[in-house]
Nanobody
């Protein structure tokens, strides 16, 4: 079993930044891909970024490329998503997810991920 707990959400002014954290626990993570999604009211869950826990560079959705930085701390089993130049359209619940056998073709599809955190709300005011 895998547990994921997000934190770091809150209210931020447009143009500001926010750093979100996802603390992982449970079984070993070396075979997992960790991803960040967000969901705004009335919209589908949107892929933002993903990284394989054992190494490699993160992948970003075009909507956040250049504004988002995803990283991980293997020692603390924590993933981070830093979002910059936030806009009101970035508001929503941010989730981290974990899954195995994720490929470039499947990483943006939320059904590819088995484990999800409870989410953390980010609200960007104009």
């Amino acid at each position: 079993q895998v547990q994921l707990v997000e934190s770091g959400g809150g209210l931020v002014q447009a143009g500001g930044s926010r750093r979100l954290s996802c603390a992982a626990s449970g079984r070993t993570f070396w075979s997992y891909t960790i991803a960040w999604f967000r969901q705004a009211p009335g919209k589908e869950r949107e892929f933002l970024a993903a990284i394989h826990w054992s190494g490699g560079n993160p992948y970003y959705a075009d909507s956040v490329k250049g504004r988002a930085t995803m990283s991980r701390d293997n020692a603390d089993m924590t993933s981070f998503l830093e979002m910059n130049t936030l806009e009101p359209e970035d508001s929503g619940v941010y989730y981290c997810a974990a899954g195995v056998r994720i490929t470039e073709a499947t990483m943006a599809d939320y059904v590819s991920y088995t484990y999800w955190g409870q989410g953390t709300q980010v609200t960007v005011s104009s």
